[in-house]
């Protein structure tokens, strides 16, 4: 299992005879699924090239705090957004010294003072220089601004002498940096969402929708790649951004979202239709802008094609996930459409509004889940849709690594 998907760390080389490991740490960070960017000092450069790092990495090397051609000159800006983690490694005393005082002076420096990125720090030295009052004093400055010190290990140095000083072995600081970013409860998975509205078109002017603004569907999409899956995101006609490191598919009617389901869900793991899908459209679409010359207008309407339900047979191999929106007998409608469609688990949430006047669901930010599974139900209150995204992404994979077990013990 690829337990660091869609993470992305920067590995800072310092100037260490240890930097020659570093080349396996960027291999190994990818191995597990990360995407890594490396930067290098200028010592870090007398003992292993940029070339070399720019090889295993895949990326060129960012070496320079005045770099003109990143991001208009902002380059350490630009890294320090770009980052879930940065690793220093190895960490020499000076480096650790100048990032203790906050100075800024290269990009290294600059890069941990602009970022809200988690901070690693393996340091690489002389065990008579670790144990100096001088370099402790520093890493206790590091631990106090949140930063988590990796090592050193205890054994042969490159002196020749023995004791505590040299850089963590790689696999050490891999497994180190995994356990942090253990929430990975969906690595390696597929995850397909569909969100928003469908719009059926009347004429070339006016169609057929309902409220949905897709806020639901883009925070399950956000939640899963924290979780990290691969995640696809079918989405109807929304103004939301696309969640950063999504696969975005902009669909307009429910006949498109089909037909765009269809050519993923053989590849998905789990499906969560979030999408509120038009239930009906005009059996005849107006190929020119229909006029107001009568009093009233009416119009035919056949049902859309059912996309949820027809999973049960297209993608029959995946955990399927679907979404209830209710105004009244919120269980027995979901419970009801989680049986006839075949789906594994169901959330449940009331639209309208509630007692206070305040709106549920549609066109709010906020909203609570009911989950239904065939014997469970659990409630997970008010909360912002982020927040209920990510306890929807939690309960839903531990079912899912439970339907996944079952199948391999049963198949």
Known sequence: MKTLTNKRLIVAVTGSIAAYKSAELVRRLQDAGADVQVIMSEGAKAFITPLTMQAVSGKPVRDSLLDSEAEAGMGHIELARWADAIIVAPATASSIAR??????EDLLGAVCLATTASIYVAPAMNS????????????????????????????????????????????????????????????????????????????????????????????????????????????????????????????????????????????????????????????????????KHQQSLQLELEKTPDILASLAQTAAHTYRVGFAAETDKLETYARDKLVKKSLHMICANRVGYDEHGNVLGFDSDENCLTLFTTDEAIELPRASKHKLARQLIDNLAKRYHEYRNTIKNTG
């Open 99 to 104: 990032l203790a005082q906050g100075s800024a």
């Open 128 to 291: 008579v220089m670790w144990q100096d009052v001088s370099t402790q004093r520093n890493v206790h400055a590091l631990r106090e601004q949140d930063m988590q010190i990796l090592g050193p290990a205890n054994g042969q140095q490159a002196c020749g002498e023995t004791g505590e000083g040299p850089m963590l072995d790689v696999a050490d600081l891999v497994s180190a940096i995994e356990q942090d970013f253990a929430t990975g409860v969906l690595a390696g998975q597929h995850v397909l969402v569909t969100a928003g509205p469908t719009c059926e078109d009347i004429d070339p002017v006016r169609y057929i929708t309902n409220r949905s603004s897709g806020k639901m569907g883009f925070a399950v999409a956000a939640a899963a790649v924290e979780a990290g899956a691969r995640v696809t995101l079918v989405a109807g006609p929304v103004a939301l951004s696309t969640p950063d490191r999504v696969t975005r598919v902009d669909v307009r009617s429910a006949q498109d979202m089909l037909e765009v389901v269809q050519q993923h869900q053989q590849q998905a793991d789990i499906i969560i239709s979030v999408a509120a899908v038009s239930d009906y459209r005009p059996v005849n679409c107006a190929g020119e802008k229909l006029k």
